[in-house]
């Protein structure tokens, strides 16, 4: 005799005897079983583009070749922005939290994946691939001559903007 708890209920009582089942099918939990992150660069200039290439290997440790559409790729580690714009990643603007979740296309055990970073400094940045951890990419970003430039200016309007009202 069985109970069967179904949608917070609780069946009455089986009646006795045998129960048919079907079978039971096993669910990979996550075929994905080695992969590495790697960037184009590890000196970059702040809100310059570079390159994250995610590789997905195989158990004969050869890259995966079905490992293809869209999966959840995780950034976590980068310096938030105090203007709330720390960059973007995959087309996704990187969220002031410090983590990023983002929609990432593999095409055979392959994706590259845009990313900038206007925040300067070191960045250790961790990536999961469907919440599976594949490593870490150390970055330096430097300050970029064109961003200098706009926070400058920017510098400028706001000083500008105080000078205004304390005029009046």
């Given at each position: ?10 069946s009455?009582?089986s ?5 048919r089942?079907g079978?039971?099918?096993?669910k ?7 992969a590495?992150?790697?960037s ?8 310059h583009?570079?390159?994250v290439a995610?590789?997905v290997y195989?158990?004969d440790g ?8 869209l ?5 976590t ?11 973007q ?27 900038w ?15 599976v951890?594949?490593g870490?990419?150390?970055?330096e ?10 926070l400058?200016?920017?510098?400028l309007?706001?000083?500008k903007?105080v000078m205004i009202f304390?005029?009046?």
């Open positions: 005799r069985v109970k069967v708890y179904d949608e917070h209920l609780w009455e009582w009646e006795a005897g045998w129960l089942h079978e039971i099918l096993k990979t939990v996550n075929p994905l079983l080695h590495s992150v790697s184009n660069s590890t000196k970059l200039l702040s809100g583009e570079a390159t995610i590789t195989a158990e050869l890259q995966n070749s079905d490992f293809n559409g999966h959840k790729v995780t950034i580690g980068y310096q938030t922005a105090p203007d709330g714009i720390s960059g990643f995959g087309g996704s603007a990187l969220v002031n939290s410090g983590t990023t979740v983002a929609d990432i296309n593999f095409h055979q055990g392959i994706a590259e994946i845009p990313l970073l206007n925040q300067t400094g070191q960045h250790t940045l961790s990536f999961l691939l469907d919440s951890d594949i870490k990419l150390d970055l970003i430097i300050p970029s001559e064109e961003i200098g430039a706009f400058r200016y920017r510098l309007v706001n000083a903007k304390c005029r009046l």
